[in-house]
T-cell receptor, first 114, second 113 residues
Framework: GDSVTQMEGPVTLSEEACLTI???????????LFWYVQYPGEGLQLLLK?????DKGSNKGFEATYRKETTSFHLEKGSVQVSDSAVYFC?????????????FGKGTLLTVNP | DSGVTQTPKHLITATGQRVTLRCSPR?????VYWYQQSLDQGLQFLIQ???????AKGNILERFSAQQFPDLHSELNLSSLELGDSALYFC????????????FGNGTRLTVT
């Protein structure tokens, strides 16, 4: 079945450091890929998405590129801020951006220190 | 604020009991999803409703059931509760059943003692 593997946390960085959170997936067909972020005490929010191979999703300085050849969707940011401290989830959905029956990774806790 | 309202925020109950979690979707959203977040299993999709009809089922136990009412709010019923059912239960909503972004509520934390 479909599955998502993301790097174990927690990840602790200093402000302005570079961030990469690895995410790889196993799926049949042509899934869509998502990154969600969960701030303390809140629900998940969509951060970015990509619906087909070589698509790059971007938002708030974060980027991720859908790499079919390596089945990966790594999240990157060039310079993190304290306000980026949160849990980040990689998720896999159906084709064409379909959200239904999303399969989530276990989440990576990011802490950014000033 | 996502616009999705979940009540109650916290629930503490004993094993064997039954509880009902409630979700009001964002205005205009027709689809409601339920997810369970636990430390060992992570985030798991339970069930989806679209405009009152069940649309998709995930890893939902037979002791759990859900429905979506004509006013589009949804309830998740959990019965014969076990310690392992302790988790954060999220509701999400979207305009359509596919393709449109999910908006998550802040969750209901269920503790079974």
């Amino acid at each position: 079945g479909d599955s998502v593997t993301q790097m174990e946390g927690p990840v602790t960085l200093s402000e302005e450091a570079c961030l990469t959170i690895n995410c790889t997936y196993t799926a049949t067909g042509y899934p869509s890929l998502f990154w969600y972020v969960q701030y303390p005490g809140e629900g998940l929010q969509l951060l970015l998405k990509a619906t087909k191979a070589d698509d790059k999703g971007s938002n708030k300085g974060f980027e991720a590129t859908y790499r079919k050849e390596t089945t990966s969707f790594h999240l990157e940011k060039g310079s993190v801020q304290v306000s980026d401290s949160a849990v980040y989830f990689c998720a896999l959905g159906g084709s064409g951006g379909s959200n239904y029956k999303l399969t989530f990774g276990k989440g990576t806790l990011l802490t950014v220190n000033p | 604020d996502s616009g999705v309202t979940q009540t109650p925020k916290h629930l503490i109950t004993a094993t064997g009991q039954r509880v009902t979690l409630r979700c009001s979707p964002r205005s205009g959203d027709l689809s409601v999803y339920w997810y369970q977040q636990s430390l060992d299993q992570g985030l798991q999709f339970l069930i989806q409703y679209y405009n009152g009809e069940e649309r998709a089922k995930g890893n939902i136990l037979e002791r759990f059931s859900a429905q979506q009412f004509p006013d589009l709010h949804s309830e998740l019923n959990l019965s014969s509760l076990e310690l392992g059912d302790s988790a954060l239960y999220f509701c999400a909503s979207s305009v359509t059943g596919t393709g449109s972004p999910l908006h998550f509520g802040n969750g209901t934390r269920l503790t079974v003692t």
